[in-house]
């Protein structure tokens, strides 16, 4: 049972590529991404969190070993706790 799972903050993350190339598990994917994206060039903001290429992980693979945090020059991977099951 896993205690922690990295996560991605796509604010941060530019899609570099450094932390799928270096899992070992080969646990970190890119994700085709078949947005339409006619949405962004309405929004006055532009906060529209649509990106061309999306990462996601393949946790069952992961083995938390923290590889991936440690490449990111963005720091944009961070670990998430998985909460314990009280019994
Ligand atoms: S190494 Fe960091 S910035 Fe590069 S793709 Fe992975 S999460 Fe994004
Ligand atoms: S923690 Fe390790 S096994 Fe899990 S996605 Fe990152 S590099 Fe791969």
């Keep these: 049972m896993k205690e922690k799972i990295p996560v991605i903050d796509f ?17 970190i994917h890119r994700a085709q991404n078949d947005s339409c994206a006619r949405c962004i060039k309405y929004c006055i903001s532009l906060t529209i969190p649509c990106k061309p290429d999306i990462l ?14 440690s490449v990111c020059p963005e720091k944009a991977i961070h670990w998430y706790a998985i909460p314990v099951e009280k019994k």
């Design 56 to 69: 996601h992980f393949d946790y069952e693979n992961c083995t938390s070993c923290g590889d991936c945090l």
């Design 11 to 27: 604010a941060k993350c530019t899609t570099c590529g450094k932390c799928v190339d270096i899992c070992p598990e080969k646990a």
